[in-house]
């Protein structure tokens, strides 16, 4: 008789623990680290979790469920992904269930619906139904159960819901969990011979036939075996068949009609790579010069950081360690802050390596991004990658490499690689490096404007550095003009929100057939709507913040919690119409520039006009051709985008980024100042850069003026020393969320009261943040600064059994308690 078998299974929940199930006898061959199981969890939910432990010895004195079904032939975690997992579980605070639902796509979960269906044990002959009632039992005679949402649409009424409760209530209807897995791998069809014509003459009998009576036939059959050859394979894909033959569909359908041809259908995931030839890249001096010091770095096993000024051709260094990693059949992970960058940086690397990459970010729906997952994971491997180079988001640092060489953080300083909600909240640039030791791979930071903590671990030795500070091919720095916003308004110079200086500049440049850049890192047509003779400024039902208008839409929104409501025409305070829109947004820039431009054609590039992918992509193949003059845009535009026309940017209120009440404020205004600047004058020309500002003398533009990163962070790195900011202090934010007010009074003092009884003085707060009541839920913070030299393992032990504790109340149970390391 066979042991048995006990599986431990990390559950996608926010509970800190694993939980034990045991095996059925039937199961017990397939169970194994890494295959997804199904499991239920209470008294009806059903959940896909991840096997994390086999055992035959079970440490749990209750009895055990046992798990439903193993739905895998493989592993679909790698050993690798668990080390990654548990590292941000315990880095982060998190459970490892949060760090599961972040990086499996959701179609590879099952999914839990509530449904219902006839209770087979209840006499429905006897009763007497409604026509609704009615309804709804025959249309769950004909199948074996359905959800509760399309049920209640059935009946055609608005208390639907109610309906079939009332008749689960009175046995009619029976509630069950059902389950249903959403993703299969899609197919692919491939094209082979069938086998009576394997043979050579055989083979050379239908094709003298079909050249003469057929030529496009003919055509065909020269395209397949041309590609069979070059791939070193019998099938060949129908796609790839039909566009290297130029022959239609119908062509190959009578071939298959004929015998000669058999139709195969097989996952995508199991096509071998077509043999695509790398074109090498050319380096200049600066460029070969800064390759040899990322290579000693790497010789020394160590990180490093890039420092390149804008337009000063890292993509080309990134090639050319990509071509070598390719050549050597290993993987490279490129890393991006923004899908907004994807587009642009996909074609360049296309241009050079074909179609060996492969994308992943949360713009692709969940049947891509499954897909690209499973083509990770299943790819061959032994230097025969299919898609060596994968190109992402942050998410992608949860993909199953297998042999991966490099690590590329693209713009490294992005606040973009900082998840916020929900749980696990991570730095994907710090899980790369991660990632990086895990694989033992070479891992490259690059940006122009390098992130404080990464230039500081340089000048420690603890990374390496390599720098461009040159333009590709001699190109100058654009030249940068501050616009003095109070001088110019005494002296009415402003004309609704520009300034005359850049009215002109835009109309100079326009006229040499260059483009332009407007930006106004906020969007929307005006951050608030105020009444004139009382002040009064609407608000959002559910969050502590003014509403934003838009224009297009012609009412006002809440950018936190989506809610949305109509113009009012008068004040709800005094009655007044005398109400006036205060601030601009990018829509109101976009309005107001065409009245000064009549006829030039102005886009908006914001989260409003790039909600899909193909929006996105419109607007930015539009520009790259030349089509829009005028671009306005939001910190979308800052990031790392080549256009070879533009001639001008222009930066409409650089006092907003200053004055942002954040101990980043200056790091941030001067990296979104200097990268948005860096898309003037990319290729031959030298471009323009106008400031406009009321803060003139601000030491931030000063450094921005003089192109000066490096004064910039001798400035900063004092300030942020003495007021025990990062890089030199550690910090974790806590935030504190409950329904009463009052409530959460009390229990934040609590809870802060049991972190200084560990931390002391190190604990800030509570505090009423500036946006105190988001969703309906009132928020306070606390900040624990914490030195450098302190140890971060047991800072983390100590942090989880307060919390732990803290929530053994009833009362505390209440409160929800969002932990954010490294916060900002």
Same mark, same amino acid.
């Given at each position: 008789?066979?042991?048995?078998?006990?599986?431990e299974?990390?559950?996608?929940?926010?509970v800190?623990?694993l939980?034990?199930?045991?095996?059925?006898?039937?199961?017990?061959s397939?169970?194994?680290i890494g295959?997804?199981?199904?499991?239920?969890?209470?008294k009806q939910?059903i959940?896909?979790?991840i096997?994390?432990?086999v055992?035959?010895?079970?440490t749990?004195?209750?009895?055990l469920?046992e798990?439903i079904?193993?739905?895998?032939?493989?592993?679909?975690i790698?050993?690798?992904?668990f080390?990654l997992?548990?590292?941000i579980?315990?880095?982060?605070i998190?459970?490892?269930g949060?760090?599961?639902t972040?990086?499996?796509p959701?179609v590879m979960?099952?999914?839990?619906?509530?449904?219902?269906?006839?209770?087979?044990d209840?006499?429905?002959?006897?009763i007497?139904?409604?026509?609704?009632?009615?309804?709804i039992i025959?249309a769950l005679?004909?199948t074996?159960?359905? =959800?509760?949402? /399309? !049920?209640?649409? %059935?009946t055609?009424?608005?208390?639907?819901?109610?309906?079939?409760?009332r008749? &689960? +209530? #009175?046995g009619t209807?029976?509630?069950?969990?059902e389950?249903?897995?959403?993703?299969?791998? =899609?197919?692919v /069809? !491939?094209?082979? %011979?069938?086998?009576?014509?394997?043979?050579?003459?055989?083979?050379?009998?239908? &094709? +003298? #036939?079909?050249e003469r009576?057929?030529p496009?036939?003919f055509?065909l059959?020269?395209?397949?075996?041309?590609l069979?050859?070059?791939?070193?394979?019998?099938?060949?894909?129908?796609k790839l068949?039909?566009?290297?033959s130029?022959? #239609?569909?119908g062509?190959l359908?009578q071939?298959v009609?004929?015998?000669v041809?058999?139709v195969?259908?097989?996952?995508?995931?199991?096509?071998?790579?077509e043999?695509?030839?790398?074109r090498?890249?050319?380096?200049?001096?600066q460029?070969?010069?800064?390759l040899?010091?990322?290579?000693?770095g790497f010789?020394?096993?160590?990180v490093?950081?890039l420092?390149?000024?804008?337009s000063s051709g890292?993509?080309?260094?990134?090639?050319?360690?990509i071509?070598?990693?390719i050549?050597?059949?290993?993987?490279?992970?490129?890393?991006l802050p923004?899908?907004a960058?994807?587009?642009?940086i996909?074609?360049r690397?296309q241009?050079i390596?074909g179609?060996?990459?492969m994308?992943y970010h949360?713009r692709?729906?969940?049947?891509?991004r499954?897909?690209v997952y499973?083509?990770i994971?299943n790819?061959?491997?032994g230097?025969?990658?299919?898609y060596?180079?994968?190109v992402?988001?942050?998410?992608?640092?949860y993909?199953?490499f297998?042999?991966l060489?490099l690590v590329i953080?693209?713009?490294?300083?992005?606040?973009?690689?900082?998840q916020?909600d929900?749980?696990?909240?991570y730095?994907?640039?710090?899980t790369?490096?991660?990632?990086g030791?895990i694989?033992k791979s070479?891992?490259?930071?690059?940006?122009a404007?390098?992130?404080?903590?990464?230039?500081?671990?340089?000048?420690?030795?603890?990374y390496?550095?390599?720098?461009?500070?040159?333009r590709?091919?001699?190109?100058s720095h654009?030249t940068?003009?501050?616009v003095d916003?109070?001088?110019?308004?005494?002296?009415?110079?402003v004309r609704?929100?520009?300034?005359?200086s850049?009215?002109?500049e835009?109309?100079?440049?326009?006229?040499k057939?260059e483009q332009?850049?407007?930006?106004?890192?906020?969007r929307?047509?005006?951050?608030v709507l105020q009444c004139?003779?009382?002040?009064?400024?609407?608000?959002?039902?559910n969050c502590?913040?003014?509403?934003?208008?838009h224009?297009?839409?012609?009412?006002?929104?809440?950018?936190?919690?989506?809610?949305?409501?109509?113009v009012?025409t008068r004040?709800?305070s005094?009655?007044?119409?005398?109400?006036?829109?205060?601030?601009?947004?990018?829509?109101?820039?976009e309005?107001?520039?065409?009245?000064?431009?009549p006829?030039?054609?102005?886009?908006?590039?914001d989260?409003d006009?790039?909600?899909?992918?193909?929006a996105?992509?419109k607007i930015?193949s539009s520009?790259?051709?030349?089509?829009?003059?005028?671009?306005?845009?939001t910190?979308?535009?800052?990031k790392g985008?080549?256009f070879?026309?533009v001639?001008l940017?222009?930066?409409?209120?650089?006092?907003?980024l200053l004055?942002?009440?954040?101990?980043?404020?200056?790091?941030?205004?001067?990296q979104l100042?200097?990268?948005?600047?860096g898309r003037?004058g990319?290729r031959?020309?030298?471009?323009?850069?106008?400031?406009?500002?009321?803060?003139?003398d601000h030491?931030?533009?000063?450094?921005?003026?003089?192109?000066?990163?490096?004064?910039?962070y001798?400035?900063?790195?004092?300030?942020?020393?003495?007021?025990r900011?990062?890089?030199f202090?550690r910090?974790?934010?806590?935030?504190l969320r409950?329904?009463?007010?009052k409530?959460?009074?009390v229990?934040s003092?609590?809870f802060?009261?049991?972190?200084?009884?560990?931390f002391?003085?190190r604990v800030?707060?509570?505090?009423?943040?500036?946006?105190?009541?988001?969703?309906?839920?009132y928020i306070?913070?606390?900040?624990?600064?914490m030195?450098?030299?302190m140890?971060?393992?047991?800072?983390k032990?100590?942090?989880h059994?307060?919390?732990d504790?803290?929530?053994?109340?009833?009362?505390?149970r209440?409160l929800?308690i969002h932990v954010d390391v490294?916060?900002?």
């Amino acid at each position: 008789m066979s042991k048995a078998l006990f599986v431990e299974v990390i559950l996608p929940l926010a509970v800190d623990q694993l939980f034990t199930y045991s095996v059925p006898a039937n199961l017990s061959s397939k169970v194994e680290i890494g295959k997804r199981a199904v499991v239920q969890f209470g008294k009806q939910k059903i959940y896909t979790a991840i096997i994390a432990k086999v055992t035959d010895v079970s440490t749990v004195s209750y009895p055990l469920k046992e798990i439903i079904e193993v739905l895998d032939d493989f592993p679909v975690i790698t050993q690798d992904q668990f080390k990654l997992w548990d590292w941000i579980s315990r880095y982060y605070i998190c459970s490892m269930g949060e760090v599961m639902t972040a990086a499996l796509p959701s179609v590879m979960k099952l999914q839990s619906e509530t449904a219902v269906s006839l209770n087979t044990d209840h006499d429905l002959s006897n009763i007497i139904c409604t026509p609704e009632e009615q309804a709804i039992i025959d249309a769950l005679s004909s199948t074996s159960s359905l =959800p509760v949402q /399309e !049920l209640s649409m %059935l009946t055609g009424t608005r208390n639907g819901i109610s309906l079939i409760r009332r008749m &689960i +209530d #009175s046995g009619t209807l029976m509630p069950h969990e059902e389950i249903k897995d959403r993703y299969k791998a =899609p197919m692919v /069809e !491939l094209i082979t %011979l069938c086998d009576e014509y394997k043979d050579d003459k055989d083979l050379k009998s239908v &094709i +003298d #036939s079909i050249e003469r009576k057929a030529p496009r036939q003919f055509d065909l059959m020269m395209a397949y075996l041309t590609l069979a050859q070059d791939n070193g394979e019998a099938s060949v894909e129908k796609k790839l068949l039909l566009k290297r033959s130029g022959v #239609s569909s119908g062509i190959l359908t009578q071939l298959v009609n004929k015998n000669v041809f058999s139709v195969i259908k097989v996952r995508d995931i199991d096509i071998k790579p077509e043999n695509i030839a790398s074109r090498e890249v050319q380096l200049t001096p600066q460029q070969n010069q800064c390759l040899s010091e990322i290579k000693k770095g790497f010789g020394d096993n160590k990180v490093v950081l890039l420092h390149g000024v804008t337009s000063s051709g890292k993509t080309e260094i990134y090639a050319r360690l990509i071509s070598e990693q390719i050549a050597s059949g290993k993987q490279v992970l490129y890393l991006l802050p923004e899908i907004a960058l994807t587009t642009q940086i996909i074609q360049r690397l296309q241009k050079i390596f074909g179609d060996q990459l492969m994308v992943y970010h949360s713009r692709h729906n969940q049947r891509e991004r499954a897909t690209v997952y499973l083509n990770i994971l299943n790819d061959g491997g032994g230097g025969s990658y299919k898609y060596p180079i994968i190109v992402g988001a942050r998410s992608a640092v949860y993909l199953p490499f297998k042999d991966l060489g490099l690590v590329i953080v693209d713009e490294e300083h992005e606040s973009s690689y900082k998840q916020f909600d929900p749980a696990p909240r991570y730095h994907a640039r710090d899980t790369a490096v991660v990632l990086g030791q895990i694989h033992k791979s070479n891992v490259l930071l690059g940006s122009a404007t390098p992130s404080l903590e990464s230039y500081q671990n340089a000048m420690d030795g603890k990374y390496a550095l390599a720098k461009i500070n040159g333009r590709f091919g001699g190109v100058s720095h654009p030249t940068l003009t501050l616009v003095d916003l109070a001088e110019a308004y005494k002296r009415r110079q402003v004309r609704s929100h520009f300034s005359n200086s850049l009215l002109n500049e835009i109309d100079s440049t326009l006229k040499k057939g260059e483009q332009v850049i407007l930006f106004q890192n906020r969007r929307g047509f005006a951050p608030v709507l105020q009444c004139s003779d009382c002040g009064s400024i609407p608000h959002c039902i559910n969050c502590d913040v003014s509403l934003t208008y838009h224009k297009r839409l012609h009412r006002l929104s809440c950018h936190y919690c989506g809610y949305h409501t109509v113009v009012p025409t008068r004040c709800v305070s005094c009655n007044s119409n005398n109400l006036k829109m205060k601030g601009m947004g990018t829509e109101r820039i976009e309005d107001e520039i065409t009245v000064f431009f009549p006829e030039t054609r102005v886009e908006r590039l914001d989260l409003d006009t790039s909600s899909s992918k193909a929006a996105f992509q419109k607007i930015m193949s539009s520009f790259e051709a030349g089509e829009i003059e005028i671009l306005v845009g939001t910190q979308m535009i800052t990031k790392g985008l080549d256009f070879g026309n533009v001639g001008l940017v222009g930066i409409l209120n650089a006092d907003n980024l200053l004055n942002f009440p954040d101990f980043r404020a200056s790091e941030r205004s001067f990296q979104l100042m200097a990268q948005v600047a860096g898309r003037a004058g990319r290729r031959s020309k030298q471009g323009k850069v106008i400031v406009q500002t009321f803060s003139v003398d601000h030491p931030v533009l000063k450094f921005l003026l003089a192109n000066d990163y490096v004064g910039f962070y001798n400035y900063e790195i004092h300030e942020r020393s003495l007021y025990r900011y990062p890089p030199f202090y550690r910090m974790i934010e806590f935030r504190l969320r409950h329904r009463d007010e009052k409530e959460l009074e009390v229990q934040s003092k609590i809870f802060a009261d049991m972190l200084r009884k560990v931390f002391g003085k190190r604990v800030l707060g509570p505090v009423i943040p500036m946006v105190s009541r988001i969703r309906n839920y009132y928020i306070r913070t606390l900040l624990l600064k914490m030195e450098k030299e302190m140890p971060n393992t047991r800072i983390k032990e100590e942090v989880h059994k307060i919390i732990d504790v803290f929530h053994n109340d009833p009362q505390g149970r209440k409160l929800l308690i969002h932990v954010d390391v490294d916060p900002y």
